[in-house]
């Protein structure tokens, strides 16, 4: 997997998140990347993952790492239905 940020402490938080979110996509799922971006007034955090066949993305953005990290938590718990209902199409 892939861990990318603009310096080392945010990769660092980033492999935090990892593990959060891979909890979260559940067994079979495999995070592929985890990139954030991060300015001075906005964060961003992407994932990509997979499951089987079916690939999926998700983005959380917030003020800061924190926020975006809770937003993208948000989405993925959309993202993942529909993940799993396009790996069994």
């Known amino acids: 997997m892939l861990l990318?940020?603009?310096d080392d402490a945010t990769?660092?938080?980033l492999e935090g998140v990892a593990e959060d979110i891979r909890g979260l996509l559940g067994a079979g799922v495999d995070l592929q990347e985890l990139v954030a971006?991060?300015?001075p007034k906005a964060a961003l955090i992407h994932a990509r993952y997979?499951?089987?066949e079916a690939s999926g993305e998700s983005i959380g953005?917030?003020?800061n790492l924190i926020e975006a990290?809770?937003?993208l938590?948000?989405?993925i718990v959309v993202d993942r239905i529909g993940l799993g209902l396009r790996n069994l199409i």
């Open 4 to 6: 990318r940020g603009p």
């Open 11 to 13: 990769t660092r938080h």
């Open 37 to 39: 971006a991060v300015e």
């Open 50 to 52: 997979q499951l089987g």
């Open 61 to 63: 953005r917030g003020e």
């Open 69 to 71: 990290h809770a937003q």
């Open 73 to 75: 938590r948000a989405a």
